[in-house]
């Protein structure tokens, strides 16, 4: 009998051991064995390019982390991130738009978005994982039917006839592919939002009751806060982080690929899930968002330097995700079994 005890409270103390650190020792681990088969990884050029890599994944799982925070979930922040991308390029490419209508005119799309999103779910009471399935197909057949199914680039020919008339400015280009006291900008455009992420969710009243809403929407509704419209800004400020990562990606690549946005949906996701255990916090959050981002952009960066085929890629993300999601819900289970 205390042998079964000590072993419960052995595994209890692993679990929790795992909840709290295990996201960071596996981030030790994976940057110590690449370390030691290469000598091009623990380099500050390196390190570098995978804060770059991670930029665009982490403004999308920002968005979703915002959406989880009120119990809801995002599954259109992809599609929203193509649509943005064709529509910047379009402007510049296509319609010769200047610098700051170019920059604007994405965001509002990404608003837009939001607001089908909060209709959908918070009018009509749509689930969510239903509503933003939904939009995401609708959205994904919009981008595409705007740009006829081509990616959209400098001088490119026409359906109607001739050459496109604009080109992507190098004001436009550098917000991607630029660098500011050492760093790449799309670096220090992905600190910043973390930054204000983490204030606004952890600092201030409104995210508190962003949490509020998230645990326990009949208490916030008793407690006097009008769930419905946190809810529906939870949901726009989605749509725009979504629409700020496909002018991120435009101003990377250079041109608006279609569907730029759908192979980075599950990394976001990743990202979000995995920083739930990042030093046993358990809920969503600004930071273990952009640690959850880094474990996943550190280890497929890794894999790279090993010549592993990309198509493996998928294997390798899917267990991170298994295993961040398997620590939570059992420490999760064993806290509640405890209660």
Not at 40 to 54: G, V, W
Not at 126 to 131: K, N, Q, T, V, Y
Request: a positive charge.
């Amino acid at each position: 009998m205390q042998a079964e005890v000590k072993n419960n409270k052995l595994q209890e103390r692993g679990i929790n051991f795992l909840f709290k650190f295990g996201a960071i020792a596996l981030l030790i681990c994976i940057i110590i064995y690449f370390s030691s088969i290469s000598d091009a990884f623990f380099t500050y050029a390196n390190f570098t390019d995978i804060l770059r890599s991670i930029s665009i994944v982490t403004l999308l799982a920002l968005g979703v982390t915002f959406t989880l925070v009120v119990g809801g979930f995002d599954l259109s922040v992809g599609s929203t991130m193509s649509l943005s991308t064709v529509v910047t390029a379009s402007l510049m490419v296509w319609y010769e738009m200047p610098l700051w209508l170019v920059l604007i005119v994405p965001i509002l799309v990404g608003v837009l978005v939001g607001l089908v999103n909060s209709f959908l779910i918070v009018i009509l009471g749509i689930p969510d994982l239903l509503a933003t399935l939904s939009t995401m197909y609708i959205v994904a057949g919009f981008h595409r039917t705007y740009t006829e199914g081509y990616s959209i680039y400098n001088n490119m020919p026409l359906t109607s006839g001739g050459t496109a008339p604009g080109q992507l400015s190098e004001a436009f280009l550098w917000i991607g592919q630029g660098r500011l006291l050492g760093l790449p900008v799309p670096v220090w455009i992905m600190l910043i939002l973390v930054v204000v992420a983490y204030i606004v969710l952890n600092h201030t009243r409104w995210g508190r009751i962003l949490y509020m809403t998230g645990g326990n929407e009949e208490a916030a509704t008793l407690s006097g806060v009008n769930t419905r419209k946190v809810k529906f800004i939870a949901y726009i400020i989605s749509g725009i982080f979504a629409s700020l990562a496909g002018v991120l990606f435009t101003a990377r690549v250079g041109s608006g690929q279609i569907d730029a946005g759908t192979p980075l949906l599950m990394e976001a996701v990743a990202a979000v899930f995995v920083g739930y255990s990042v030093l046993g916090i358990g809920k969503p959050n600004a930071l273990g968002t952009f640690f959850g981002a880094a474990v996943i952009g550190i280890l497929l960066n890794g894999l790279t330097i090993l010549n592993l085929p990309y198509y493996a890629f998928d294997i390798i993300k899917g267990t991170v995700l298994v295993l961040a999601l398997a620590v939570t819900y059992v420490y999760a289970k064993k806290r509640f079994s405890r209660a």
